[in-house]
């Protein structure tokens, strides 16, 4: 499912589609965490490279 138009998408399929650093926002007891990560886009979601067992991990679980 595709919930942006194909405009939409191919702005960020150019933005996004390759390794590229965004900020990965998460909250642990209403405090909140931003850190940098490497992702990248690719058919409506945004994949993440991460230690599985990370601080962020824990947040996003």
């Known amino acids: ?4 138009s194909p405009e939409a ?3 960020m399929i150019e933005r996004f589609g390759k390794d590229t650093i ?3 926002a998460t ?3 209403e405090t909140p965490y ?3 990560v490497n992702a990248y ?3 409506g979601a945004f ?3 991460t230690y599985a067992l990370s601080n962020k991990m ?3 679980k």
Do not use: G
């Open 1 to 4: 499912m595709n919930i942006f």
């Open 9 to 11: 998408e191919q702005i």
């Open 41 to 43: 886009y690719e058919n």
């Open 34 to 36: 931003v850190r940098y």
């Open 27 to 29: 909250t642990e007891k």
């Open 58 to 60: 824990k947040h996003i």
């Open 22 to 24: 965004i900020a990965l």
């Open 47 to 49: 994949y993440i490279i």
